[in-house]
């Protein structure tokens, strides 16, 4: 077992609140220790932005990987192996992301990581994990060029047998975008933006396509500077445009600013986004006038599912300081993933991990399936979820409102 040092045990847990997981305590540097009386270690790493803008979402993707650990050796779901996490801060940059992954491969125990949040990171991550055959498990990546290449429009080609995820692709979420905004929404003309980055560009992308195909208009474009929050000369621009419906590719710590200076600018219209600004920080950024703002994000919501009521439960009873954000049920089908490949390598080795754990954990990822938090959990020929389940979610006195469920029909 490793070493680590442990900090206080909080009330819920003393009171024997968390009834579903293994007594257990989280400690100063991201990792957990959920002692189950010895055996052999497994560490699951965990690599999302813990610090910064982004750490609402980062926060919550590391507890819920706690808690499916917890829950792991609590059940002695793999008998002779304790599980661990040993949590990455990447600040949600790729070089920083890139250092991480090298980290979690220099340490031999673990044989899995789950993360990252941002699909920039995300590609700086890939070369690293594959070369080492150590398998990666986004609960939140969305580029569909992570899985399907470059090319993926026209040539669909896996660059990385290492890399899986539990959300669905943007060549789903914009267009499903699109089609809410254009038939439901009934707005013709829209302005779109984005941060420049891999996730943002790529979703404004795939959503500006499918606009034009159902005959919206797209009225301007604009590219901005993600380390600003003036976001004055877009949001004129935005007025003069004559757009009716503004869409951001991005995350929520420019789109709330960038909404608010819009409504100030003059142009009472709604914002458009993605997951990546599906979280309430969004909406206190952006201000009263945000009612009428509108978020797609993968799955279905996660207090609506029966599948998830015990995750919600159980998050709930062990005491977590931050809430499970937007990737809380993908984060724990993502570690719990790793868990079901580990039970398999182990199961078909008599009861003990092989000398070559790594390869045969990414080999068995493949064939993953099971009943999760977030539905049916498998991945299909790309490393892709083949759950395709999107909501669109709109601002409502305040708060996140689901208001259509469904999957993109293109």
Known sequence: MRQR?????????????????????????GGSDSGNGGGTTVVIGVDAPMTGDLSALGLGIKNSVDLAVKTANKEKYVEGVTFEIEALDDQGQPSVGQQNASKFVADK??????????????????????????????????????????????????????????????????????????????????????????YGAGLAATFTEEFKKLGGTVVGTEHINPDTKDFSSVATKVKNSGADVVYYGGEYPQAGPLSKQIKEAGAKIPLVGGDGIKDDTFIKLAGTGSDGDLATSVGAPVEELDSAKKFVADYKAA?????????????????????????KVVEDNDGKLPDDARAKVTAAMQNVSFDGVTGKVSFDEFGDATNKQLTVYAVENGAFTAVKSGTYTG
């Open 319 to 343: 005491g977590y300081k931050e809430g499970y954000a937007a990737y809380g049920g993908y984060s724990y089908d993502s570690g719990w993933a790793i868990i079901e490949a580990v039970k």
């Open 109 to 198: 125990d673990v044989l899995g990581v789950v993360g990252p949040l941002n699909s920039s990171v995300g590609e700086s991550m890939q070369k690293v994990f594959d070369s080492a055959g150590l398998v990666e498990v986004s609960p939140a990546n969305t580029g569909p060029s992570l899985t399907q290449g470059p090319d993926w429009r026209t040539k669909k080609v896996r660059p990385y047998k290492s890399y899986f995820r539990t959300a669905t692709t943007d060549a789903i979420q914009g267009p499903f975008a699109a089609q809410y905004v254009y038939n439901d929404a009934k707005k013709k003309k829209v302005f779109v933006i984005d941060d420049k980055k891999t």
């Open 5 to 29: 040092s442990l900090i206080a045990i909080t009330a819920a847990l003393a009171a024997g609140a968390l009834t579903l997981t293994a007594c257990g305590s989280r400690d100063d540097d």
